[in-house]
């Protein structure tokens, strides 16, 4: 069973700082990574979408990056800003039962102090 | 566009009662999406669609039903509502073809008391 693991589950850092949120997965079987932001009380943004034969994309301050022999993806912010503080959440796609589904994990809820 | 919206945002139910949410899209996708989101157990598929008329379940679909008649609407019903359903629910779409990237509507936070 395909499972998603998120660490750590919360992070504070000065605005301005570099950072990296880590997600794991167990099996190395994806079609797909994407990456969500989820503000409090809102839905998911999607962020980056990293397909299973590309090693990293890149949006403007965030770079994505999948290692899936090791199951491993990290997401780069560059010069962080308060107004990046939100929960941030990988998901995988992966074959289940005859169809393709996204399994999540459990989120980084990360704080940017001014 | 509006892309994903969910009606209503906000609901409150007794013990027993029923209800219907409903998910919109305007994007022409076909695949629609139901997943509730609970603190420490994250994101779950409850039913999923991968087009008009078709619905299948997903890892959590006990106590729910499903319809879509529509290729733009994706209705998730709760018979008799359980404490054990109050969560946040989350409507999704993507095309069917690659890289299934999923749209998300704003949510419906639910309480049943």
């Known amino acids: 069973k395909q499972e998603v693991t998120q660490i750590p589950a919360a992070l504070s850092v000065p605005e301005g700082e570099n950072l990296v949120l880590n997600c794991s997965f167990t099996?190395?079987?994806?079609?797909?990574l994407q990456w969500f932001r989820q503000d409090p009380g809102k839905g998911l943004t999607s962020l980056l979408l990293i397909q299973s034969s590309q090693r990293e994309q890149t949006s403007g301050r965030l770079n994505a990056s999948l290692d899936k022999s090791s199951g491993r993806s990290t997401l780069y912010i560059a010069a962080s800003q308060p107004g990046d503080s939100a929960t941030y959440l990988c998901a995988v796609r992966v074959q289940i039962q005859g169809a393709q589904k996204l399994v999540f994990g459990q989120g980084t809820r990360l704080t940017i102090n001014p | 566009n509006a892309g994903v919206t969910q009606t209503p945002k906000f609901r409150v139910l007794k013990t027993g009662q029923s209800m219907t949410l409903l998910c919109a899209q305007d994007m022409n996708h076909e695949y629609m999406y139901w997943y509730r989101q609970d603190p420490g157990m994250g994101l779950r598929l409850i039913h999923y669609s991968v087009g008009e008329g078709t619905t299948a379940k997903g890892e959590v679909p006990d106590g729910y039903n499903v319809s879509r008649l529509k290729k733009q609407n994706f209705l998730l019903g709760l018979e008799s509502a359980a404490p054990s359903q109050t969560s946040v629910y989350f409507c999704?779409?993507?095309?069917?073809?690659?890289?299934?990237?999923?749209?998300f509507g704003p949510g419906t936070r639910l309480t049943v008391t």
């Open positions: 099996d190395s079987a994806i079609y797909n």
């Open positions: 999704a779409s993507s095309y069917w073809t690659g890289p299934y990237e999923q749209y």
